[in-house]
């Protein structure tokens, strides 16, 4: 508990250093999408986990002995779900992605920097035997199309 409350406070000292050093001058649409920085129980997780609870799913959070330290475990399935802002997680082609236009090469590096990271914990999780599924921010909205999504990737 005290080492997540220090962490917590060093990611929330680092991030208000950012956004003091370089983001001074954005817009608050941009400067709002910035501070959505990997939080927990964010409104997205918890959609996403009261449908699979309704689904008659039941599962662990934020587990930390499993790489990536996935946002939804499904132990006896072995699968997990990662909730993905778009904007920090860099979704392909997403209206949501877009980088600001001033420190566009800082931000970007810090995506790609974060794309790679993604990538790499898929792929040690398929290593270790567990199957993941991102599940999208702006995929968030259409509540039938991400049950359909949900209920293949469980079944
Ligand atoms: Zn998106």
Redo the contacts with the bound molecule.
């Keep these: 508990m005290l080492k997540r409350t220090t962490q917590k406070k060093r990611r929330r000292k680092a991030l208000s250093r950012i956004n003091k050093k370089k983001f001074v001058n954005v817009d608050a649409a941009t400067r709002s999408r910035m501070q959505a920085i990997r939080g927990r129980d964010t409104q997205p997780e918890l959609i996403v986990r009261r449908l699979i609870h309704r689904m008659g799913f039941r599962y662990s959070l934020y587990r930390q002995d499993l790489p990536g330290r996935p946002d939804i475990v499904l132990p006896g399935l072995h699968k997990v779900i990662f909730v993905?802002g778009?904007f920090w997680h860099g979704?392909l082609n997403?209206?949501?992605?877009r980088l600001p236009t001033k420190n566009a090469d800082a931000w970007s590096s810090k995506i790609v920097t974060n794309q790679a990271r993604d990538r790499r914990v898929v792929t040690q999780l398929a290593r270790l035997g567990w199957k993941s599924l991102i599940v999208?921010?702006?995929?968030i909205s259409n509540n039938k199309k991400l049950e359909a999504k949900l209920a293949r990737f469980l079944s």
């Excluded at 997403?94 to 992605?97: E, G, I, N, Q």
Aim: with cysteine; glycine share 0%; aromatic share 10%.
């Design positions: 993905h778009c979704h997403c209206r949501r992605a999208w921010e702006c995929a």
